[in-house]
């Protein structure tokens, strides 16, 4: 039987359950109600005790979890939209982030983000926050794009001793399928090739890899072969898996659905231009959601993010240079 | 509670040792000795003193905030801990990658304070929460001690409706002092009293006179007995007048001399002595042996730190991550 993106979070959590006592999942609706999107479902009937309903506080729900984790649990924060963990913002970044190196002692919590667009959600109920946790000192950015990875990379995140966002895309959730949740093993920190090519490489991670994939194909019938680059972590970010495929390409155009300033296309951007700056054979490119908050209307929406139309238009101009 | 000869002196003794701690950081850091800021608990010891002393070492949990040198003293943390943060020592607690009042051991129940005000009330909740699953929390208290300006933040509301919902024996203790920074209670909060807030959380509420030892010992140790006793959070507020800047380098000159010549503008070191002297608890020449056996103390302390190295840049690993095999940079 098929297998969803949303049922791999659900049953990653499951097995973390299972497996390791440690672990407990806390958020907003979690219990009875399996969440939101229902990534939680069943699980406080199987673990009263360790599946939590919050109060809307993402401040505390966050200070709780790094509480827990100093006395040796392994907590899991469901924050029920990615856009909402800005009110809990300062406890991770200033609280989770700096704790380690403060004090010595690792604060082993992981955010799940329900991030990205999807129609008509808006611009509360839409954002990608990676380019932000990213930024801060102390934090393990994790983009997954495929049910297997949304499965293993939670498990793997969960593992971890330091804070994990784990940014799991709310478009793939439910037609994102997949037979199994056997994968190829690759380990957090390292990109995938999703597409081999050598024409120009793209580079994107969590919802975009599809739609780059799709721009690919698209070019395919003209006779453009390009290559794909999953990340599939932003944070740390697989430079030397870019720049191998640079190498192959010469060309490359960073994807992302978050803002266009700054950012995880940017610091692509930055460091093949700073280290591999002799194999590029044009301007390194970058496409990224609209300057605008993340607008209500579908027709505004899909316009508003890049879509395989608007990245197969960029990786044309930059065959064209 | 019943306050006993006992326990006022432990919380007493506390009060005399942390006062002399934070005068010789007070020199220090006019003779430009200290690294950072210097911030004091001058005139909120006897607050401060009371509820570390009602804690437990070694089982109990506790947040202090800036002004709580006295607590630390109490709940049993070495002098060396806190020169050797002032002072930049890299054996530090926190490795002189943090300083000052920020320094904790979270690992042995102290909680490393971060600057954003309110934030520890729900870290505390957390950890007592940890206890809970893990069958260990029988008999456990966390206790934290904040100012009035804390109160404003959305951090104290959020973490202390999180604790009052999950019924966590926690103990806030509100240093009302009047000032945060240099900001007036009239422009931080219109509640007629602070109290009037535990109500609303559905926490207990008790109001001590922050400058009267005994009466702190009394209603804050008793505070801690009920949260231990299952009663659920409890809620301090201690109303008093810090007796010095927010930090050394902050004169208090918009501390206006009618607050400062009014009844909360005595010192508690003054009236706990008093307290004691008449009860017959404490003489004169007992209290000149502790203060004596502080200054030894205090001497030790700086010294040692003194001649301790500071970081070295050139060996720290600049990695933020305990899994230092996913750094990035």
């Known amino acids: ?89 300062n406890q991770i970044v200033n609280n989770a982030a700096t704790h380690y190196y403060r004090t010595g002692v690792p604060i082993p919590i992981t955010v799940r983000m329900p991030s990205g667009g999807t129609p008509g959600s ?15 000192p102390g934090c393990i950015v994790l983009t997954p794009a495929t049910v297997s990875d949304a499965y293993h990379m939670l498990l793997e995140g969960i593992a971890l001793d330091d804070p994990v966002i784990f940014c799991e895309h709310k478009f793939l959730y439910r037609w994102l399928k997949s037979e199994n949740y056997e994968g190829d093993g690759l380990p957090i920190g390292k990109a995938r090739i999703t597409r081999a090519g050598k024409h120009a490489t793209v580079v994107a991670y969590s919802a975009m890899v ?12 003209e006779g453009w072969e390009i290559e ?87 990786l044309k101009q930059l065959l064209a240079y | 509670m019943d306050l006993t000869k006992e326990h006022a002196r432990k919380v007493y003794q506390a009060m005399v040792r942390s006062r002399l701690l934070e005068a010789k950081f007070s020199s220090l850091y006019k003779a430009g000795q200290i690294v950072g800021g210097v911030y004091l608990g001058k005139g909120q010891e006897a607050v401060s003193a009371s509820i570390g002393a009602r804690l437990v070492p070694g089982k109990d949990l506790f947040a202090p905030l800036i002004r709580d040198q006295a607590g630390r003293t109490a709940f049993g943390e070495d002098m060396l801990d ?26 042995d129940g102290v909680v490393a304070m971060i600057s954003h005000l ?40 959020e973490g202390l409706n999180y604790v009052a919902v ?39 509420g008790h109001s001590v006179d922050g400058t009267d030892m005994l009466a702190c010992a009394a209603v804050i140790g008793q505070a801690v007995d009920s949260a231990r006793n299952g009663e659920g959070p409890q809620m301090v507020v201690a109303k008093l007048l810090r007796l010095s800047g927010h930090g050394e380098h902050d004169d208090g000159s918009y501390i206006p001399e009618e607050i400062r010549s009014s ?67």
């Open chain 1, 210 to 221: 599809h739609e780059a994939v799709r721009a690919a194909e698209m070019l395919e019938s």
């Open chain 2, 263 to 329: 009844h909360y503008g005595r010192d508690c070191m003054e009236v706990g002595k008093q307290q004691l002297i008449e009860l017959g608890w404490l003489t004169e020449a007992e209290l000149g042996e502790w203060e004596a056996a502080a200054r030894e103390e205090v001497q030790l302390a700086v010294t040692t730190a003194q001649r301790e190295d500071g970081p070295d840049p050139y060996q720290e690993d600049w990695c933020a991550l305990a899994g230092g095999s996913y750094r990035d940079w």
């Open chain 1, 122 to 136: 808006g611009p509360f109920h839409s954002q990608s926050i990676e380019t932000i946790y990213s930024h801060y």
């Open chain 2, 82 to 107: 806190a020169t050797r943060t002032y002072l930049g020592s890299a054996k530090g607690p926190m490795k002189a990658r943090d300083g000052n009042i920020h320094r904790g051991r979270p690992g």
């Open chain 2, 118 to 157: 309110g934030t520890s009330i729900s870290v505390l909740g957390g950890m007592l929460k940890a206890r809970e699953i893990q069958g260990k929390l029988e008999g456990c208290v966390g206790a934290t001690c904040i100012g009035d300006g804390a109160t404003s933040t959305g951090a104290f509301h």
């Open chain 2, 166 to 204: 999950e019924k966590l024996p926690v103990v806030v203790v509100v240093a009302d002092n009047q000032f945060a920074y240099s900001t007036p209670n009239s422009k931080q909060y219109a509640c007629k009293d602070l109290i009037d807030r535990a109500k609303g959380y559905g926490v207990a």
């Open chain 1, 228 to 314: 794909v680059v999953d990340l599939r972590s932003v944070k740390p970010l697989d430079t030397d898996t870019v720049i191998a495929s640079v190498a192959r390409t010469g060309r490359l155009l960073a994807v992302g659905e978050a803002f266009p300033w700054g950012g995880v296309t940017a610091e692509i951007v930055a460091r093949v231009v700073k280290e591999a700056f002799h194999l590029l054979d044009a301007p390194p490119m970058r496409l990224n959601a609209k300057d605008t908050p993340i607008p209500y209307h579908p027709k505004l929406w899909a316009e508003h993010r890049p879509t395989p139309e608007s990245i197969s238009h960029a």
């Open chain 1, 1 to 89: 039987m098929p297998v969803t993106y949303i049922d791999a979070i659900r049953d990653a959590q499951y097995k973390a359950l299972e497996t390791d006592e440690r672990v407990f999942l806390y958020g907003q609706d979690i219990g009875k109600f399996g969440g939101a999107f229902k990534a939680t479902k069943g699980l406080q009937e199987r673990w009263p005790e360790r599946v939590m309903d919050a109060p809307i506080s993402e401040d505390a729900m966050v200070g709780m979890a790094i509480g827990a984790a100093i006395e040796g649990m392994r907590p899991v924060v469901e924050m029920q939209f990615a856009d909402f963990s800005s009110v809990g913002f």
